[in-house]
């Protein structure tokens, strides 16, 4: 399950072994499920959400690697506590702001590209370097109101910076026996020892620990700075002290500042779950949103034809408005996108599971119900004991094919076309997702955050590389491999790191 060169253990999970299936845990670990049924699903996420609750493995991770108490760390009444506060942040009323501020970054991206690019009929480079730089830069100035100068190649900043990113998590899934322990160690006291104790990782022989012990004592320090520059800036002159930051004071951060301020004393967050929060909104969007728009790209140097049908339509819409660019409305209103972003990420969802502990006995539904291997009889819910890990297939419930249809595993964006997203099913059977019928962004109260901040990156990076470069594909094969994100490697050259090359050439 865990295997980085077996993804498709995952997509053709319900194909194989159908909508629950039953993991055995090995010697030492306990036996779990994997579940994909819709109804099942729903129970977990929304009616037992806090039945099912966030693992010790996952919250413990998290919270060493944001160095506190962040909105995937915590359960019941707290989760809800900084939901509140959080959410105005992530609303379209508030991301639809964001959008001069992606286009300028996006641009950037542009122009920089084609000063690379030159005349040069087919020019090739690792696309998903200049997306990874792009994203950070997008979540960073969107998120943060902080930028790492990413477009600058010799920028110290960026590359440390994204270093800690690019490692955090593939080392954390090479640690998959201590994190267990994680969630405890992190609230061991006295803190003092805690962080002594951890600061052995440094002299330990044990590369993969060094290495994460290093991502996260790099990228800590850093939200830390930005924001208590912030809260000085804020304290002194209030909201509008922050318009100067390079966000112009519309970063989540700054909102989340300022409903904290305004919020009554037992509602707001400390300082330290703030910094831990906006330490998450980084590593949470960056690689996820690079990866999806290095697959999207990808897949359209596959399918030319289909690189000219999304362009056309984003040449037209571009054309009513004389050469300025789209708004977070008027990209939403352009159906081919929008078409084209579902199916890429129902296909290639960038998590691929995500795993729940019971904290008591539970009956769940069943949409597909299942016989019962000694009986024969149908079985149309299911008795999960307390302490049962459930893994929650959000790739495979994307590709099933009893939900999406015979062409489950095809690259089909026509199926969003004039539908409404239950509709997409067959049957138009609803599943607990939060974006278009899918699991891409999981569902219920720990549904993610900024899927709409995320969509507005994707479709205003396209909307303006796709006019001006045509994509072509490499010889080189790309595969992609499972870790806690999927990342993608060159065959044979996988020492290399991950990449994604392509051919630009301008129009």
């Given at each position: 399950?865990?295997?980085?060169?077996?993804?498709?253990?995952?997509?053709?999970?319900?194909?194989?072994?159908?909508?629950?299936?039953?993991?055995h845990?090995?010697?030492?670990?306990?036996?779990?499920?994997y579940i994909?049924?819709p109804?099942?699903?729903?129970?977990?996420?929304?009616?037992?959400?806090?039945?099912?609750?966030?693992?010790?493995?996952?919250?413990?991770?998290f919270?060493?690697?944001?160095?506190?108490?962040?909105?995937?760390?915590?359960?019941?009444?707290?989760?809800?506590?900084?939901?509140?506060?959080?959410?105005?942040?992530?609303?379209?009323?508030?991301?639809?702001?964001?959008?001069?501020?992606?286009?300028?970054?996006?641009?950037e991206?542009?122009?920089?590209?084609?000063?690379?690019?030159?005349?040069?009929?087919?020019?090739?480079?690792?696309?998903?370097?200049r997306?990874?730089?792009?994203?950070?830069e997008l979540?960073?100035?969107?998120?943060?109101g902080?930028?790492?100068?990413?477009?600058?190649?010799?920028?110290?900043?960026?590359?440390?910076?994204?270093?800690?990113?690019?490692?955090?998590?593939?080392?954390?899934s090479?640690?998959?026996?201590?994190?267990p322990?994680?969630?405890s160690?992190?609230?061991?006291?006295?803190?003092?020892?805690?962080?002594?104790?951890?600061?052995?990782?440094?002299?330990?022989?044990?590369p993969?620990?060094?290495?994460?012990?290093?991502?996260?004592?790099?990228?800590?320090?850093?939200c830390?700075?930005?924001?208590?520059?912030?809260?000085?800036?804020?304290?002194?002159?209030?909201?509008?002290?922050?318009?100067?930051?390079?966000?112009?004071?519309?970063?989540?951060t700054?909102?989340?500042?300022?409903?904290?301020?305004?919020?009554?004393?037992?509602?707001r967050?400390?300082?330290?779950?703030?910094?831990?929060?906006m330490?998450?909104i980084?590593?949470?969007?960056?690689?996820?949103?690079s990866?999806?728009?290095?697959?999207?790209?990808?897949?359209?140097?596959?399918?030319?034809?289909?690189?000219?049908?999304?362009?056309?339509?984003?040449?037209?819409?571009?054309?009513?408005?004389?050469?300025?660019?789209l708004d977070?409305?008027?990209?939403?209103?352009?159906?081919?996108l929008?078409a084209?972003?579902?199916e890429?990420?129902r296909?290639?969802?960038?998590?691929?599971f995500v795993?729940?502990?019971?904290?008591?006995?539970t009956?769940?539904?069943?949409?597909?119900?299942?016989?019962?291997?000694?009986?024969g009889?149908?079985?149309?819910e299911?008795?999960?004991?307390?302490?049962?890990?459930?893994?929650?297939?959000?790739?495979?419930?994307?590709?099933?094919?009893?939900?999406w249809?015979?062409?489950?595993g095809?690259?089909?964006?026509?199926?969003?076309?004039?539908?409404q997203?239950?509709?997409?099913?067959?049957?138009?059977?609803?599943?607990?997702?939060?974006?278009?019928?899918?699991?891409?962004?999981?569902?219920?109260?720990?549904?993610c955050?900024?899927?709409?901040?995320?969509?507005l990156?994707?479709?205003?990076?396209?909307?303006?590389?796709?006019?001006?470069?045509?994509?072509?594909?490499?010889?080189?094969?790309?595969?992609?491999?499972l870790?806690?994100?999927?990342?993608?490697?060159?065959?044979?050259?996988?020492?290399?790191?991950?990449?994604?090359?392509?051919?630009?050439?301008?129009?």
């Open positions: 399950m865990h295997n980085p060169d077996d993804l498709d253990f995952h997509f053709k999970m319900t194909e194989r072994y159908g909508h629950v299936a039953r993991l845990g090995g010697v030492i670990g306990p036996d779990g499920l994909s049924d109804l099942a699903l729903h129970s977990i996420l929304v009616r037992d959400q806090n039945v099912f609750q966030e693992s010790t493995e996952f919250s413990g991770l919270g060493v690697i944001h160095h506190g108490d962040q909105l995937a760390s915590v359960q019941g009444d707290e989760h809800k506590k900084q939901r509140k506060l959080m959410n105005p942040a992530f609303t379209a009323a508030h991301v639809s702001k964001l959008s001069p501020l992606f286009y300028r970054i996006a641009t991206l542009r122009d920089r590209l084609k000063a690379e690019v030159g005349s040069s009929s087919a020019y090739t480079l690792d696309i998903l370097d997306l990874t730089r792009t994203a950070l979540i960073s100035q969107g998120g943060i902080h930028t790492f100068n990413s477009f600058e190649r010799n920028s110290k900043e960026f590359h440390e910076f994204h270093e800690a990113l690019k490692d955090v998590l593939p080392n954390a090479k640690l998959f026996f201590i994190l322990f994680l969630e160690w992190r609230k061991r006291e006295p803190a003092w020892l805690r962080r002594s104790l951890a600061n052995l990782a440094y002299v330990i022989p044990w993969t620990l060094r290495a994460f012990k290093k991502a996260v004592d790099t990228m800590h320090p850093v830390k700075k930005v924001f208590y520059e912030k809260k000085a800036a804020f304290d002194e002159g209030g909201i509008g002290a922050l318009s100067n930051t390079a966000s112009g004071g519309r970063d989540l700054t909102l989340l500042m300022q409903a904290n301020s305004e919020a009554d004393e037992e509602d967050l400390s300082d330290e779950i703030v910094i831990a929060n330490s998450s980084v590593l949470g969007g960056q690689e996820t949103t990866g999806a728009m290095s697959r999207l790209l990808n897949v359209m140097t596959l399918q030319p034809k289909l690189q000219e049908w999304l362009r056309e339509e984003i040449n037209e819409a571009l054309s009513k408005k004389n050469g300025e660019h977070f409305y008027e990209l939403n209103a352009l159906p081919r929008d084209i972003c579902r890429t990420l296909l290639f969802a960038p998590v691929t795993w729940r502990q019971t904290m008591k006995d009956v769940v539904p069943l949409q597909f119900p299942i016989n019962d291997a000694k009986t009889k149908e079985i149309r299911v008795l999960i004991h307390e302490g049962t890990p459930v893994y929650i297939g959000m790739g495979a419930m994307n590709r099933s094919i009893p939900l249809g015979p062409d489950a095809e690259f089909k964006p026509e199926r969003w076309m004039g539908h997203a239950h509709e997409s099913t067959v049957e138009q059977i609803k599943t607990p997702g939060i974006y278009s019928n899918m699991m891409t962004f999981l569902g219920g109260g720990r549904g955050p900024g899927m709409k901040f995320a969509l990156e994707i479709k205003t990076v396209m909307s303006v590389l796709l006019p001006t470069f045509h994509f072509e594909k490499t010889n080189d094969i790309v595969d992609w491999r870790g806690i994100t999927l990342s993608p490697y060159v065959r044979g050259k996988e020492a290399e790191g991950p990449q994604v090359p392509m051919k630009l050439s301008l129009l």
